[in-house]
């Protein structure tokens, strides 16, 4: 079956902190916390049953994030509610964000929407 995008299944990137007293592998020692609102402004009830984030450094070297659900959870969101999370990335250096929420209708057609791409820039002083 086909997946569609779903139009009105918006991804909002609310904001996006570094945050250096966080715990960073020594190999990719800039953490970024990311807080992100699904807001479901389409036509049909939805449950958002997994993710794809595309990280791309500033070498241009790509990283591949895959997983069910959404910070452990599924969630299903109705006509004109959101759903609203925060996370995070380590990252080496600057880098360029972007991806999509993989999920299903209540009729069970497979939707996806996009994540807007956002950037995590390193302060200068880090």
């Not at 007293?21 to 049953?49: R, W």
């Not at 790509?62 to 509610?81: A, L």
């Not at 964000?97 to 880090?126: D, M, Y």
Request: hydrophobic share 40%.
């Amino acid at each position: 079956m086909e997946i569609i995008e779903l139009s009105g299944l918006d991804v909002i990137i609310d904001d996006v902190i570094y945050m250096p007293s966080l715990d960073a592998p020594a190999d990719k020692p800039h953490p970024f916390v990311y807080f992100v609102t699904i807001k479901n402004n389409s036509g049909e009830t939805v449950t958002i049953c997994g993710r794809k984030w595309v990280i791309t450094g500033s070498n241009s070297e790509k990283v591949i994030v895959e997983g069910d659900g959404v910070v452990g959870q599924f969630p299903k969101i109705s006509v004109g509610d959101g759903f609203s999370y925060n996370s995070y990335h380590v990252v080496d250096s600057d880098c360029i964000v972007e991806g999509s929420f993989f999920g299903e209708t209540e009729a069970g057609v497979p939707i996806f929407t996009r994540i807007p791409k956002f950037e995590l820039n390193v302060p200068k002083w880090a």
